[in-house]
Structure formats: C-alpha cells, structure tokens
C-alpha cells in the first residue's frame, strides 16, 4: 500500500474517488458528476489530500484535510472491503501528524443507506479507538445528513 499526499487531484484521482464516495457513503450524499464533486472541493480552503493506493496504484482510500471556519477539518472514505485493517488509522495518523486538530461530521444513527441499498455502518467505534473526541451538543442536521461533530487535538 502507498498513501500519496497532494493539493490537486487529476481528473482520474478526482473520478476515483467521486466513486468510492458514492459507494461507501450515504446515497443521500452522493454525486453524480464529476462537476459537483469538483464544485465540493473548489468551495474548501487549503485543502491537502492523502490518496491510499493498492499495489496496483488503485486508489482504495482517501482523506482530505481543509479548513472551515477557521477550523482544520477533515473527510475519510475508504473502500469496504479494504476497511478493518488497519488503513483508515494509517490514514488519520498521517493526517494528525501533519496538523494539530482535526474535526469532522460523523453520522451516528443506523438509518442511512448506501446507493446498493446496504445500510450505512456508524462509523463513530472507530474515531473513539483513534482518540477523537464526540462534540454531541454540535450537530449537523439537514435533509441529507444528520451528524455529531467529532474533535481530535494533539496534546502538547
């Protein structure tokens, strides 16, 4: 497995990961052309993306770390059959290397599907093993996504 780290996706990274975006999160936040999932990331600051490949240079994973409101936040996806190895950890870790917080939405309710109709695994197990923080007075409620804000800060 090889993690690249960059500031700009090519239109085929960019491809990639729109589909494992729309496979593995809730279809309710799902794209369906490269132009939206591009006006997604032209709206986000500073952005630094973290690309994991197999050994086939497929792109199995990938976290993007920007900053919102003033804030250093970050999205993971990684594909469902890669996941419970160890890599979305690799992932985070390099990511809290290289900044002091991270924040992000975690959807913790067992409702949502993905667009094959499987439902969508709470994911918040596994950022409480990571060692971020669940924030559940900070909500993110829309038509597409209900979500408690989570919070990991480097101790100095």
């Known amino acids: 497995m090889q993690v690249i780290q960059t500031k700009r996706l090519s239109e085929e990274q960019k491809e990639r990961i729109m589909t494992l975006w729309n496979a593995e999160y809730p279809a309710s936040l799902g794209?369906?052309?490269?132009?939206?999932?591009?006006?997604?990331?032209?709206?986000?600051?500073?952005?630094?993306?973290?690309?994991?490949?197999?050994?086939?240079?497929?792109?199995?994973?990938?976290?993007?770390?920007?900053?919102?409101?003033?804030?250093?936040?970050?999205?993971?996806?990684?594909?469902?059959?890669?996941?419970?190895q160890g890599l979305g950890k690799k992932l985070i870790n390099l990511a809290k290397h290289d900044f002091e917080a991270l924040n992000g939405w975690v959807i913790d309710n067992d409702t949502c599907k993905k667009s094959d109709g499987s439902l969508y695994a709470i994911p918040l197990p596994f950022y409480l093993k990571n060692d971020f923080n669940v924030l559940s007075e900070v909500r993110l409620e829309t038509e597409k996504i209900s979500a408690v804000k989570i919070r990991w800060e480097r101790i100095p």
């Open 31 to 84: 794209y369906t052309t490269i132009a939206e999932f591009d006006e997604f990331l032209n709206k986000i600051e500073q952005l630094k993306h973290y690309i994991l490949c197999n050994l086939n240079q497929t792109i199995i994973g990938w976290l993007c770390v920007f900053i919102r409101n003033e804030e250093t936040w970050f999205s993971i996806i990684l594909d469902s059959d890669f996941q419970k």
